[in-house]
């Protein structure tokens, strides 16, 4: 899979997404994957909220705020009319 989107968090963390909406959250010093999140559009933007938050945007119009603690999704924001491609 091709990766679109690469992003490191303070606590060691690597994000990647691929053109499918697959997020992967890897520890870097160990190289293992935490966990994966599927969101089934191509991730357009990740940044990361004051607390303990993953914000994304992809082709679907969404934004989408993630726990970065579980890897829930808290909320999805529609309110555009074509994709986001950066915040």
Do not use: P
């Not at 935490?34 to 991730?43: A, E």
Request: charged share 25%.
């Amino acid at each position: 899979d091709m990766i679109n989107k690469c992003l490191v968090n303070s606590e060691n963390q690597l994000l990647s997404a691929d053109y499918r909406g697959v997020l992967k959250v890897w520890d870097i010093k160990s190289g293992i994957c935490l966990n994966t999140i599927k969101d089934n559009q191509c991730i357009k933007c990740m940044v990361f909220g004051k607390h303990d938050e993953l914000i994304t945007s992809s082709r679907s119009n969404y934004i989408k705020i993630w726990d970065m603690k579980n890897f829930n999704l808290l909320k999805s924001l529609q309110g555009h009319d074509q994709f986001i491609e950066d915040m």
